[in-house]
T-cell receptor
């Protein structure tokens, strides 16, 4: 079946503007994750959604970052008042059941460049 | 805090040779250790994983070993091929927050033809 999809694949924005990144998880997957990958770095956990439970937002770097997951499926990561240090690849992953017990499958990522 | 160290950061091998990438984790409660391969412009893809109740797992040319006492785990690729060239990431999950993977900083593997 279809994998995790993300849009847009690339986004160039000006400092101070807001951006929205979208993630469509694998159908039926209840768990969804957002990660940030800065150039030459590993993956930094941002947020985790599991079903209807309250999300774990402990990885969000500042209050400019927020995420929603509507209807237990699609998720949107919003970055307000973007800064140059927000430039990175934003990766979404999903898994069936409880994360950690089930494999996380990643999307291709959104490459964000803040000028 | 939780941390995963990965070495080396870059690795070049001749085609047909073996490649070994090593990771060390800090959280003794970690019990799941996946390895991901990331090709240019793509998201990470799971290539192999191991749980703490197993010391070694093999899948064709790829194997992973785990030493819980030393908190080390390693990826072994034998008979390397040019298509193995990519960035490889190790990760460790916590027993307490199993969904939270802590990733290493990655190893860029180049297989020279």
């Amino acid at each position: 079946g279809a994998g995790v999809s993300q849009s847009p694949s690339n986004k160039v924005t000006e400092k101070g503007k807001d951006v929205e990144l979208r993630c469509d998880p694998i159908s039926g997957h209840t768990a969804l994750y957002w990660y940030r990958q800065s150039l030459g770095q590993g993956l930094e956990f941002l947020i985790y959604f599991q079903g209807n439970s309250a999300p774990d937002k402990s990885g969000l770097p500042s209050d400019r970052f927020s995420a929603e997951r509507t209807g237990g499926s699609v998720s949107t990561l919003t970055i307000q008042r973007t800064q140059q240090e927000d430039s990175a690849v934003y990766l979404c992953a999903s898994s069936s059941g409880q994360g950690g017990k089930e494999t996380q499958y990643f999307g291709p990522g959104t490459r964000l460049l803040v000028l | 805090g939780e941390n995963v160290e990965q070495h080396p950061s870059t690795l070049s091998v001749q085609e047909g040779d073996s490649a070994v990438i090593k990771c060390t984790y800090s959280d003794s409660a970690s019990n799941y250790f996946p390895w991901y391969k990331q090709e240019l412009g793509k998201g990470p893809q799971l290539i192999i994983d191991i749980r703490s109740n197993v010391g070694e797992k093999k899948d064709q040319r790829i194997a992973v070993t785990l030493n819980k006492t030393a908190k080390h785990f390693s990826l072994h690729i034998t008979e390397t091929q040019p298509e193995d060239s990519a960035v490889y990431f190790c990760a460790a999950s916590s027993l307490v927050r199993t969904y939270k993977y802590i990733f290493g900083t990655g190893t860029r593997l180049k297989v020279l033809a």
